[in-house]
């Protein structure tokens, strides 16, 4: 879509808007004073995070709602790690990568077999295991929750820099930088063998067969990767926020990475997660909205944006183009406003 | 373990167990029928059980017209949400889900806002007797769910099997295109099934608020059984779900009465297991490529 708004071979004009985006991340923190405002953009930032791998399995043709699970994983793993064993922040940060890695090998290579349908659901049941178990088992803290989790230790650079994690803003700058990476490797990933494979298992399951694709492995693949760095953000989260309860994990979490998935747009793989997760997080915090009313608004919003704009938010400009790659009768609402159009 | 003990988990269980077939069953047709993958179908249930409570407690009507009430409550609730909603998106199983998950927000929501979320609950003389039956103490209201769950579902079968439209959402459910050539209102069977699973969940409701309390969480608790009920059933078998309803019923009760707290989690890791060893559920097959 971005594309076509600015025209394929203005690659110029795609460079200034990705360094406006930078420079606006760079400098965000200073111009938000109250650091309750950075602390919602960190929690857009780990939604984002989480909807990405969403989509990410998505483009192979799964559908997960069991996303929140491996964030609690990683939450769990490396707040226990730190805790109880006593390794640094910096080793739990990854470490929690490769643990929710190995959970998601482990469930992954029986689940891939199901069928699809038979999939999402036990991605559900997964997700209801792991809040399960860390909510009714003792050591996990139990449904309290483990509170006092320590924050990030201090790294020092070089030129004599030490950078304290105890302020929001470098914790800012910690997820900001997580995120590149995970945008990194998600874009080398779609452009890729194994993205065209994903997008070949996701029109055709039997044709890319006969290609010599292999299925389940791509699709195997197609669900670590995502549970890595949700794991990476999961430990990330325990230690900026300093608290890990199991109802922050539990099923309307997925629900919800699912929600911000599909209003961004599904087919857009990494600014669709992006712009639906800000979209929804940020529009009740703009209006001030009481806590209350804020799912009521977000249904509303679901509800108008899944029946008039079916390829999210992010289609917004093909639809004024006129190419929704709607067929014919599809809603009357639709119609009225086309014709208003013309 | 008396053999008295072990006969009140028996009816515990089937009493539960007759709550999530209903539900589930609702479920299974309209995803298997009208394929709508619908996350409201918790909050359909909740509002049922809250229609039931209000009917009973606040205007003091009879326990029946109650139930009959919150049919038509969610009968209505799913032929609206239907016809204004999944009618335009039929055949995309995301966007049902994710137009779905909108109505649940709202209508829970809605129901927050109205009334306080805490937990309430029917008085009613009839459900709260025990009787004596050969020396075991029986809760009559929860023999009265299992007689009614029965009938419910005996009612289903003989629409299903012994009637025309029953015929046509068969067939749908078979191959909707095909239904469609030979002059079945696909739509309109579609908008039925809609109306016949939303109606199901609901009247589910209205039966469980005499028994248990009525709360604004027990949509979220129960879908997420009755999505474990349906993987063991095989997603879009009924007489798999009725099996694999039943089954969890009884094992909840069992479960519940020997590891309390843990049979949660016990159950879920049964499932998982279950389904290492049969992927495709209780009665295999059935299971077809959706999205």
Redesign the interface.
Known sequence: MLRKCISPNASIIKFIVLLIVAIVAVILPLLLQNPYYIQIIIMVVVNVMLAMGLVML?SS?L?TLGCAAFWAVGAYASTILVMKVGLNFWYTLFLSGIIAGVIALGTGV?IV??????FT??T???G??VY??VG?IEFFGGWGGIVGIPKPDPISLPFDVIVNFTARTSCYYLIIFLLLVNILVFYALYNSRIGRAWKAIKLNPQLAETLGINTNRYALAAYIIPAVFAGIAGSFYAHTFNVVEPDSFG??KS?YI??YA?LGG?NFYILGPVIGSMFLTLLPEIFRVAH??E??I??????IV??FL?GGLLSLPQYIHGSTGLEGK??VFLRILRRKKR | MTGALFAQLVVNGLATGMIYVLVASGLVLV?GIARVFN?AHGEFYMLGAFTAYFVVTLFKLNIILALILSLVLGAFLGAISYRS?FH??RG?L??C???S??????L???I??LWNPTSHSIVSEVFKRVIEIAGVTLSVGKLIVIFLGLLIMSGLYYLLMRTKTGKAMRAISLDSKTASLLGINTVKIYWLTMILGSGLAAVAGGIVAPLFVVSTNMG?GI??TV??I??VGG??SLPGTVIAGILIGLLGSFGYHFLT??S??FM??F??IF??FR??GVFGSF?????
């Open positions: 998505l043709g559908v029986v077999r199901l069928s699809k349908l038979a659901f036990v559900i049941m997964i209801t295991i399960l178990v009714r099923f309307w629900i699912q929600v599909i599904v209350e009313i799912p009521l977000t249904g509303c919003i679901l509800l899944v029946i079916p599809q809603n | 995803l996350f909603i335009y998106m995309d995301l966007r889900a994710a137009a998950i909108g109505i649940g927000l709202i829970k929501q809605s927050v806002i979220e879908l997420l999505f474990m349906m993987v997603i879009e707290g843990f949660e989690l879920f890791c499932v998982s389904l290492i992927p495709r299971v077809k490529e959706v999205y």
